[in-house]
C-alpha cells in the first residue's frame, strides 16, 4: 500500500503544473518544461482578478518557435503534441497594462508516454513495472489536477464575493445609523426654531 501511495505522489508532481501567480504591471513571467518528442501536452488558464482580466499569452518550442501569441486572453485552454524533443516554454505578460496587476491560475500538464515509465533510461528510476498501471494512474492524476483547479478558482471567487457582500454589509449598517441620526438632529433644530419663531418678547 504505501509504494502505491508513493508511485501516485511521485505522478502527480512529476507530470502536473499547476499554479495561481500574480503578474505585475510590465512583467513577464515564464515556466518552462522538459517534452519528449509525441508527448501530449495541455495548458489551460483563466485570469481571475485585475483590470479587464486580460494578459498576454505566448507559447514557444524547443528552437523558440512562436506556437501560439496573444496580447489578451481571458481564458484559454490548448492541448498539443510535441512535435521535437525539448523544452516547451509558456509565457504570460502584463505589458498593456500600466498599474494593474493580473492574478491567473493555470495549468502546464505533460502526458507522459508509456515508452518514459518503462524504459529506465528514460525514467531515471524503477518506480513502475506495470504500463496498464501507469497509464491508469496518469488519468486519475488529470481527474485530481481537474478538481483541484475548480477548488481553488471556487475559493478565489468565495473570496472575491465575500468582501464584496461585506462591503455592502458595511455601508447598510453606516446608513442605518447615520440616517436616523440626522433625523434626530433635524428634528430638535426644528423645534428650537419654532420655539424662538412663537416667542414672545416683552418690551420694558
Known amino acids: 500500500m504505501l509504494p502505491a501511495i508513493w508511485i501516485l505522489f511521485a505522478l502527480l508532481f512529476e507530470s502536473v503544473r499547476g499554479f495561481i501567480i500574480t503578474v505585475d504591471a510590465h512583467e513577464d513571467i515564464c515556466f518552462h518544461e522538459h517534452v519528449l518528442q509525441n508527448e501530449r501536452i495541455t495548458i489551460s488558464f483563466e485570469v481571475m482578478e485585475g483590470g479587464f482580466k486580460d494578459i498576454g499569452v505566448s507559447i514557444k518550442g524547443p528552437e523558440s518557435e512562436l506556437l501560439h501569441h496573444s496580447a489578451r486572453e481571458s481564458v484559454g485552454s490548448f492541448t498539443f503534441s510535441a512535435s521535437k524533443m525539448g523544452v516547451y516554454t509558456l509565457c504570460f505578460d502584463n505589458q498593456l497594462s500600466t498599474l494593474t ?51 481553488e478558482y471556487m475559493h478565489v471567487r468565495y473570496r472575491g464575493h465575500l468582501d464584496v457582500s461585506d462591503s455592502v454589509h458595511f455601508r447598510i449598517v453606516s446608513w442605518s445609523i447615520f440616517g436616523p441620526s440626522l433625523l434626530l438632529v433635524m428634528t430638535i433644530l426644528e423645534v428650537y426654531y419654532l420655539k424662538r419663531f412663537f416667542e414672545v418678547r416683552r418690551v420694558v
Open 101 to 151: 496587476p493580473k492574478v491567473l491560475m493555470f495549468q502546464f500538464h505533460v502526458i507522459r508516454g508509456l515508452a518514459y515509465y518503462t524504459d529506465p533510461q528514460r525514467r531515471g528510476d524503477d518506480v513502475l513495472e506495470q504500463a496498464v498501471v501507469q497509464l491508469m494512474l496518469n488519468e486519475l492524476s488529470a481527474k485530481m489536477t481537474a478538481v483541484k483547479q475548480e477548488q
